[in-house]
Nanobody, 125 residues
């Protein structure tokens, strides 16, 4: 059974940084593209970032480009989201996701195979 467990959320002031982690219990972790989504209160879930399974290419939502960095450690079955220069509008529950697809359009549609339960990030002004 695949499990994705996020950690690292919390309360931070605007301009601060947080690093989210997602530990995956996937036997073939390196076969999966890994990514992050977020859902702010009263809003739909939105794509944040994805890192491919092979060449480690990355793709970001325009709203986080230049501030967030996604990375992965295949030896630890873990994906990370380094979030810098945080803004109040980054406040959301952040979800980790895994899928065999490397297609960015699939990730933008959000139809991923596996999901974590989320971790809350609150950015105060």
């Amino acid at each position: 059974q695949v499990q994705l467990v996020e950690s690292g959320g919390g309360l931070v002031q605007a301009g601060g940084s947080l690093r989210l982690s997602c530990a995956a219990s996937i036997r073939t972790f390196s076969s999966y593209a890994m990514g992050w989504f977020r859902q702010a209160p009263g809003k739909e879930r939105e794509f944040v970032a994805v890192i491919s399974r092979t060449v480690l290419s990355t793709y970001y939502a325009d709203s986080v480009k230049g501030r967030f960095t996604i990375s992965r450690d295949n030896a630890k079955n873990t994906v990370y989201l380094q979030m810098n220069s945080l803004k109040p509008e980054d406040t959301a529950v952040y979800y980790c996701a895994a899928d065999l697809s490397n297609d960015y359009s699939d990730w933008q549609r959000g139809r991923m195979r596996y999901w974590g339960k989320g971790t809350l990030v609150t950015v105060s002004s």
